[in-house]
């Protein structure tokens, strides 16, 4: 009698994982990279804030539960889908590398937030402690490295949105928190809705008694221990079904109190906040002058044709000093031009020096001159000049924050190798350390020359030193026709609402902007066009609770993240501990 060896299927004994499996394995990373998406689509030059709070919902969902390890590539999938198309206008003129490459980077930073919101997306109130996360990420973010890259933080996509307000109370910080908070308490609200509609479910479910877990349970890798979830979780599980007989269990309100209030603090909070965004005129008024007079071309070779930038901005103050002999417009009380409107040093050039002399001279008041200071040795100066009728320059301010691979090259040698368009710079900035803060014809006027918007300190400091009125003159031809410029006008008009300040943003091409105290554009110009807005606006003395606090408010916030992270630490060693007994 002979055996015989009947071949197994191989199909059968492994079959092939099912669609709906296969869908279920992407579902968490294709939504982390929505979510992001969804935070680019909120920031201007689009009308659509509201759009981060589903974008946090997402995000929430998708790290809620999640080990750290996937926490950080959700994260980092998210970090992706929000900053490649954010700074897209970085690689305008040089090419996609620097573009990829500083988007790669600095999702990074929000790779390491998804890892944090994951390790406490299991504590009770978890939302506060995640967004307290979040906040955290931006500060180091706008930290390092070489001085940090703020750009894109959350609270510069609400210009438009109800929680500006909040900006008057803690600055950006407090302003993202509030948006991230709601956004997580959202998710977590319908999350625990469902939950309690589906609780009677929970009764029937089969329990290891030996384990104190739900049979099944998937294990948390992370902490050694059985990742069990919130009983409202289990409860909302549609594929158990309730024993014959069983009654349903009455869930824990906390968690839902919880969700509740994480969706209505911040929006209670901007509502609260509406009395400290005021444009009355404490100190008066005064009458400013930008002026927008463009450059020949678009893109890095505009220096080029420096000359003819520096003759736009000159025609363009004479023209407007001939409105006003002629009545057609106001007699501003002082003007201002751009970041870059003279790239000729005037201290060594005579020709420039004249030139500016006569504008200034014909329109009759101080004048703000943005200038390329090339001394004989050492690093160049991006210099705002005070430049007065008859008396020529009178003080100056040089650039405190200067861009890294901009305005100077970082690891050079090491750049060249990827990208030689660094080369382009070949003379670094140097970094002023004096606060910029001009007396024009009597006003106190604060000075933050472009990037320097995206920083909390920069502009904040020149309020605590006296300005009645913020400058942000900027130089976005570079960046061509992108995003980059809108982006940017939205910071000046959180910067508006934060410190109660007028602020006017002069630009080499535009857009450049009137801003009153609460956030609200009075005028602006095209792209690309010369021009010069002249308007009226409101001086103002008192100080926000943001400008008296300064990084308090932050630095709560990240301890309130670090309190969470501690915790979550602490349960997970717990619960090693008790499952090695």
Known sequence: MSATITPVDASAADPAPAPSSRLRRYARPGAALLSGLLLYLSFPPRPLWW?????????????RGR????????????????????????????????????????????????????????????????????ILAEAA????????FPWGKIAFGQADGIFLPLAAVGGTPVLGFAVA???????????????????GTEAGTPRDETAGTPTGTPRDETAGTAAVPPRSEAAADPGVEPAAGARPRRLPRGPLVAAALAVLVPVTGALAALPLVDDSAEDGTATVAAVQGNVPRLGLDFNAQRRA??????????????????????????????????????????????????AVDAIGVP???????????????????EWEPDRGPVATYDKRHVQPFGEYIPLRPLVRLFNSNVDRVSRDFGAGTKIGVFDLAGTKVGLATCYEAAFDWAVRDTVTHGAQLISVPSNNATFGRSEMTYQQLAMSRVRAVEH?????????????????????IVAETRMFTPDVLVEKVPLRSSLTPATRMGTLPEALLAALAAAGLGWSALRSVRARRTGAQ
């Open 181 to 199: 908070l709601c956004g997580f308490g959202l998710y977590e609200a319908g999350r625990q809705l469902r939950a309690r509609r589906a609780a």
């Open 67 to 134: 080990r750290l390890r996937a926490g950080f590539g959700l994260g980092y999938l998210a970090g992706l889908g929000f900053l490649l198309p954010l700074l897209v206008w970085t690689g305008e003129e040089v090419g996609p590398g620097p573009w990829i490459a500083l988007a790669a980077v600095e999702a990074l930073f929000i790779a390491l937030a998804g890892l944090g919101i994951a390790a406490v997306s299991r504590l009770p109130w978890w939302p506060f402690f995640a967004a307290g996360v979040w």
């Open 500 to 520: 109660s300040r007028s602020v006017v943003v002069p630009v080499t091409s535009g857009v450049s902007a009137v801003i009153r105290p609460d956030g609200e």
């Open 141 to 148: 973010r706008a930290r390092v490295p070489f001085g940090g």
């Open 367 to 385: 004048t703000v001159i943005g200038a390329v200071v090339a001394p004989e040795t050492g690093k160049l100066r991006n210099t705002l000049i």
């Open 51 to 63: 759009l981060a709070l589903p974008a946090f919902a997402l995000l929430g969902w998708s790290l």
């Open 309 to 358: 930038v520096l003759d736009n901005h000159v025609a363009r103050t004479r023209e407007l000093a001939a409105d006003v002999k002629a009545g057609r417009a106001p007699q501003p009380d002082f003007v201002l031009w751009p970041e870059n409107s003279s790239d000729i040093d005037p201290y060594a050039n005579a020709d420039a020096a004249e030139v500016i002399d006569g």
